[in-house]
């Protein structure tokens, strides 16, 4: 019965993993005041199963398009840009809201901006797709937004939930898993902050493949682990940490990127968001550390028994996104 139910697990993970993993990122929404009282729109739509999720933006019945949108595809996703009158309501004050049949597959980070510098920031969940636009009303701090947008990716980001599951599966002594998960952090750290500031650029299909290379390289380890011969990662786990973290970096900063970051708070933001992977991160470990806990203490032989499960589906789901990555650049 436990091994059935671990199988059946498992099966439910890669089918969801499959379909998952960096698939959905936030859809994004500008709103810009021009010179001459019209507002340019930017919005950004990812794509849900090899497509545009079909889903619009709603403004006040009193707004016209003065353009039709012009949209261009970047790959995951799609860009629109038209401009808008706004009639007799302005930003300020405005009612915005996200329709269509899909509305609840994402949230949406909709940032506004005056001709006189002034800037708001809000997210549209599905259970709220709507909210007011309010510049003199106590501003929103950028704090919760990025964190918790850094939090859903690294939930939702199941490849660099397996390499994390990988580390923690090969490093057992605790003291040294914590000092190979913070080399990790700093690792990718550095990576995000040099893509996201536009210091170095990184073609994203190549670095998520090579990221999902990393999976593989783990839980061939895992595999192939021998108590008498230590693998690389079991003998230098930070180096290994470090190595991949790196690159693990720069898939972040493109999940950053397909969410943008506000130009007078592009600081704050990328601390806030490396913030939300971190605790996603650190609650992930936890999970796992409690679960094998758990499960050691009902019974030894539980974790002996899923132990091959994990590496194997672990290395198969890895090794179909590595090839999936390669023929998408190929074909792109």
């Known amino acids: 019965m436990i091994r059935r139910l671990i199988l059946h697990t498992l099966a439910l993970f890669f089918v969801v993993g499959t379909l998952a993993a960096h698939e959905m990122q936030p859809a994004f929404l500008q709103l810009k005041e021009t010179p001459e009282g019209s507002i340019d729109i930017t919005w950004k739509v990812p794509f849900y199963k090899g497509r545009p999720l079909p889903i619009v933006p709603v403004f006040p ?20 840009r038209w401009r808008i009158k706004p009639g007799d309501q302005s930003i300020d004050g405005a009612k915005v809201g996200i329709d269509g049949p899909r509305s609840r597959l994402t949230d949406v980070l909709v940032r506004s901006s005056l001709i006189d510098g002034r800037s708001q920031t809000n997210i549209l969940r599905p259970e709220s797709p709507a909210t007011t636009i309010l510049f003199d009303a106590e501003p929103k701090t950028l704090l919760w937004d990025y964190i918790i947008i850094g939090i859903e990716h690294i939930l939702i980001g199941f490849d660099h939930l397996l390499f994390v599951l990988c580390l923690v599966l090969i490093v057992r002594d605790r003291w040294t898993l914590i000092k190979t998960i913070t080399a990790f952090t ?13 210091w170095m650029e990184v073609p994203g299909p190549p670095v998520e493949a090579v990221i999902a290379l990393s999976i593989i390289f783990l ?3 895992l595999a192939l682990r021998n108590e008498h011969t230590p693998g690389l990662t079991e003998r230098y786990p930070w180096l290994v940490a470090i190595t991949f973290g790196l690159l693990h970096g720069f898939g972040f900063a493109g999940a950053l990127a397909d969410v943008g970051l506000p130009g007078d708070q592009i600081p704050i933001a990328l601390l806030n968001f490396n913030i939300g992977v971190e605790l996603g991160q650190l609650a992930f470990v936890v999970v796992i550390i409690a679960v094998t806990s758990i499960t050691a203490k009902i019974s030894p032989k539980i974790n002996q028994a899923a132990f091959k499960p994990v590496v194997y589906a672990t290395g198969i789901i890895a090794s179909f996104w590595c090839v999936e990555r390669i023929a998408g650049f190929w074909s792109a």
């Open 61 to 80: 019945e009193s707004w016209e398009n003065l353009s039709e949108p012009n949209t261009t595809p970047l790959g995951n996703a799609t860009l629109s």
């Open 219 to 221: 839980a061939r380890e």
């Open 186 to 198: 700093l690792a990718h750290s550095v990576t995000l902050g040099i893509a996201t500031l536009g």
